[in-house]
């Protein structure tokens, strides 16, 4: 009989958040930057523990309230209050319970516990007189419910009443003197009532006691589970019944938990005419508050009713934070996540309203995608949930990370809903961000979704190719961050350019357009860089062929200068000592030197705080490009040379200054999208080749110590390192066969030539020739891919840089060159929209294409009229890709159609065999039945003659 209450405490313990998440904390009426102190609350913490008292009271100052004493210890034991604590522990720490209520603990605080306990559940359930009586005078609400089964202490008392009948008795006693506080007649979750518990558990002094004061024996539960019963008579006729209305109660009980609508609206009517605080009746925590609790069960028009009578949609649980929305998230109640949503924008609290997390971390977005319940229910559908949320997307980060560093889209990945990481997709979820585990998203996207949601991304308008206004739409929003996410614009690209797989991508029209207009905005500044550094690059030659094209001994100079000095007048004027320092006779070229090293100082200077600048921003990715560490020779040798005196040192380290600049302007026209694919197969074959030699060098170690050996009287070979680099001169193809001494050792040279000839000259070099154009060929295969890789890791890399401190707070018209009056911002303003941000500049995050109109209408880009773009930015060959990909798109989805009208036409030839073979099967059943009634109507002659027998 009502077995499911025979163990009042099964209660499952469900892990909560850390932090003081209590009902209230009572402020300490001091400074407002009053915060907590670590060590105090440790000592308060092993005071309480111990069951110290003259220890606490020295910690606890007198007549005055502390935070701390509210404060929730999130460690294993404890997971609650410092009252907590002395509740648990039971009547012997009532003393201590009674002085953390005198400085403010606050009585009605809840545990971490899945429970959601408060002390007094604690006190109830351990059938602590003393305890209760403390806790009560302290303020405790003595019909407060606990957070998992909704029990009040009234219910709580009946777990060990057979063990401690005495405390128990105690207890109901204290319980029920608060005549006019307690509500004998309140329901848990399961709609039973103290009475009811009484009766099942045998607890006939209980039983007795609530009928006294006044409990409903009438109620519909007891009547069903108990028909036998009758009330008895009232033992205690003094007892004064008080008829007190617990509207909240009766809110939850008979109106929510009954699903009774009409009696829901009948009682908030009533507490109208009571005169009573409706707002703070209906906001109570009862376990949760009434509007939490309608929107986890899904009732949809309580809800309703709710908000239409102001109640609060941000308020939170205060043990698991989450609010009416998280919880009507989680189970995918749309309904009333549309009602939430519109209450929310009514009064202003959307923003808010859209941020709230949970314990874990997680947004509303993150709870629908998991959907946690897939058994279908009436107003339960999560893509509806999340059309709805993205209604208000200018509210919402789609990239919000939990606790565990996931985004919604992580968690659409991993239970590969496929649905649903498109739509995260089209909505700028950013597929690159790593969560605590190290794991992207993008990994574990296949590259045919992605393209299929780029392709979703192209639009058309106006269908007849032919007609003027025909219009192609390129949506951007796969692409452009919102102002909500710190990422830049090229972040989520540099992902697709890193992984093999998806590489192919980078040619779809929708980012190939999308690079093409960042190009657009970025090539003044690419220009102007390459035609300052050609400036520079011919100053440094000029200067280099001038004064060091003709190489001159500054020591013997200085030393003829120094006796003409002492043979001639004496006198030395000040030109003729410059140019003894500088090493060079003195000349009326001498200003023009001075001008040439001016700006080659000058721009080495403004190379090397650029380096620093981009080091400090990101030095990880410095280090990586290969450019970086030329751009770091240039300023180290341009320092060295201007710092040193010696003239061979000088001519040494301007003859390397020069192979690196002009290496250095190699590089920088292979930013270039038409000059990359070259630049990348430079690069790459050099550096397979090293690998290759690398590998092979010991090879050329050997050979070179065998010459050595025996070719030392040649000139070439008489030294070790000269024989090695003769080695490596013969590699190339200049044996110089006659030249030898092969005649020295005409065994051992003879062979040891023979062997070099064929393993370096055959082999090897043959080798690293046909390594060459292998990895030519597979580069030129790739050549589109490589030019928009190249421009993915130069924009990339830029707004790395230029966006440092700015992406965190950038203007809402920066495109537009809006005013600042910070001057940083301003310079940012004048260079950033030259190549960056592209998200201010679009119109709706999208590009509109005219085909058919005239050139200088032919698209439309910009909705705010800005100059960033030049007027024939998007060619034809780009509109075209898009059209290509558009009849693409038309002719899978015409396959499919195909397929689908073939499988449709089998299915109904199949049925139409099925209902011939039915037909058939009908005939012969019907035929097999005649057959049976003619022989059963029909008596047999045997059967005849055997009935007309005597």
Not at 538 to 556: R, V
Not at 903 to 913: G, Y
Request: negative net charge.
């Amino acid at each position: 009989m009502a077995q499911e209450y025979n163990e009042l405490t099964s209660i499952t313990n469900i892990e909560a958040g850390n932090g003081p998440y209590g009902a209230t904390e009572i402020e300490m009426s001091s400074h407002p930057s009053y915060t907590m102190s670590a060590p105090l609350l440790q000592d308060l913490l092993v005071a309480v523990k111990e069951g110290n008292l003259s220890k606490l009271r020295a910690l606890l100052p007198d007549d005055q309230q502390l935070r701390e004493v509210n404060h929730i210890y999130s460690a294993d034991d404890v997971r609650g209050s410092l009252l907590h604590i002395t509740a648990k522990a039971g009547d012997d720490l009532s003393e201590i319970a009674a002085l953390l209520l005198e400085h403010g603990a606050h009585p009605d605080t809840r545990d971490l516990s899945g429970s959601k306990y408060c002390p007094i559940h604690y006190a109830a359930e351990n059938l602590q007189p003393q305890m209760l009586k403390v806790l009560l005078m302290g303020g405790a609400n003595i019909n407060v419910r606990e957070g998992y089964h909704g029990r009040t202490p009234l219910h709580l008392l009946l777990r060990h009443w057979q063990q401690k009948e005495k405390e128990f008795k105690e207890c109901l006693e204290i319980l029920l003197e608060q005549q006019e506080k307690i509500n004998v007649d309140c329901q848990d979750d399961k709609l039973a009532t103290p009475l009811f518990l009484a009766l099942d558990r045998n607890c006939d002094h209980m039983v007795q006691k609530l009928i006294d004061h006044g409990a409903n024996a009438q109620h519909e539960r007891i009547k069903t589970t108990f028909p036998d019963f009758k009330s008895p008579i009232s033992a205690n006729k003094k007892v004064n019944i008080k008829n007190i209305r617990h509207f909240g109660d009766e809110l939850l009980d008979e109106g929510l938990k009954a699903k009774d609508l009409k009696r829901f609206k009948v009682i908030i009517s009533e507490i109208d005419k009571s005169g009573e605080n409706k707002s703070a009746i209906i906001d109570k925590d009862y376990g949760k508050t009434l509007l939490q609790y309608a929107c986890d069960r899904g009732h949809t028009e309580f809800v309703e009713e709710l908000l239409k009578n102001n109640a609060d949609p941000l308020k939170e649980d205060m043990t698991t934070l989450n609010s009416p929305l998280l919880y009507a998230s989680r189970k995918g109640y749309y309904k009333i996540i549309e009602h939430l949503t519109n209450s929310m924008k009514s009064t202003d609290k959307l923003t808010d309203g859209l941020k709230q997390k949970d314990k874990k971390g997680e947004t509303a977005l993150h709870k629908i995608v998991k959907q946690e319940y897939k058994t279908k229910e009436d107003g339960r559908n999560y893509e509806k949930c999340f059309r709805i949320l993205m209604n208000y997307r200018d509210y919402i980060n789609v990239d919000e990370q939990d606790d565990f560093g996931n985004t919604a889209l992580h968690y659409a990945v991993l239970w590969d809903d496929q649905s649903f990481v498109r739509h995260l997709l089209v909505n700028g979820a950013h597929w690159g961000i790593v969560n605590n585990s190290g794991n992207i998203a993008i990994k574990n996207i296949k590259s045919e979704l992605l393209e299929e949601t780029l392709n979703d991304c192209i639009e058309l308008k106006n269908q007849d190719p032919d007609f003027q206004k025909f219009e192609i739409v390129l949506n951007y929003c796969m692409l452009v961050p919102s102002y909500l996410n710190k990422n830049t614009e090229t972040d989520r690209l540099m992902y697709l350019s890193n992984l093999e797989s998806h590489q192919s991508l980078l040619c779809h029209p929708i980012i190939d357009t999308f690079l093409f207009l960042k190009w657009q905005r970025i090539a003044p500044l690419y220009y102007l860089n390459i035609v300052t550094y050609a400036i520079y690059l011919a100053t440094l030659t000029t200067y280099s062929l001038i004064f060091h094209g003709t190489f001159k001994e500054c020591d013997s100079y200085a030393t003829n200068s120094t006796d003409n000095y002492n043979g001639s007048s004496g006198y030395m004027n000040e030109s003729t000592l410059n140019s003894i320092e500088l090493g060079k006779e003195p000349s009326s070229n001498y200003q023009l030197k001075i001008f040439l090293l001016a700006i080659i100082c000058l721009y080495t200077v403004f190379i090397a705080i650029r380096e620093i600048v981009q080091c400090c921003v990101s030095w990880k990715l410095y280090f990586k490009r290969i450019e970086n560490w030329f751009e770091m020779a240039i300023v180290v040798l341009t320092i060295a040379f201007a710092l040193t005196t010696h003239c061979r040192v000088q001519q040494s380290l301007i003859a390397w200054l020069i192979l690196i600049t002009w290496i250095e302007l190699i590089f920088l026209l292979g930013y270039h999208p038409n000059l990359a694919n070259y630049v990348n197969m430079f690069t790459k074959v050099t550096f397979n080749f090293l690998k290759f030699i690398t590998m092979f060098s010991f090879m050329f170690i050997a050979f070179s110590l065998s010459f050595y050996l025996v070719f030392q009287m040649n000139d070439d070979f008489k030294t070790y390192h000269q024989s090695l680099l003769r080695t490596f001169a013969m590699s190339t193809g200049e044996l110089e066969y006659p030249n030898l001494p092969l005649s020295d050792f005409p065994v051992s040279s003879h062979l040891l030539y023979t062997i070099f000839i064929f393993l370096i000259i055959l082999v090897l070099m043959n080798l690293l020739n046909g390594l060459a154009v292998s990895d030519i060929t597979l580069l030129q295969k790739e050549a589109e891919i490589v030019s928009y890789k190249s421009r993915v890791e130069l924009l990339s890399y830029l707004e790395s840089i230029f966006l440092a401190g700015f992406a965190s707070g950038r203007p809402t018209d920066i495109c537009c060159s809006s005013i600042s009056k910070n001057p940083l911002m301003k310079l940012a303003s004048l260079i950033i929209p030259k190549g960056l941000m592209l998200q201010d500049c679009l119109d709706e995050q999208r590009v509109r294409i005219f085909p058919n109109r005239c050139k200088a209408d032919k698209w439309k880009i910009c909705g705010k009229n800005c100059e960033g773009h030049p007027k024939s930015t998007l060619t034809t060959c780009h509109i075209d890709s898009s059209l290509a990909v558009l009849h693409t798109v038309q002719d899978k989805r015409d396959d499919r159609y195909t397929q689908l009208t073939d499988r449709i036409a089998s299915m109904d030839e199949t049925l139409n065999i099925l209902q011939q073979q039915n037909n058939n099967m009908d005939v012969a059943i019907k035929h097999l039945t005649e057959i049976v009634q003619r022989n059963t109507l029909v008596p047999s002659p045997s059967s005849i003659n055997e009935k007309s027998l005597p």
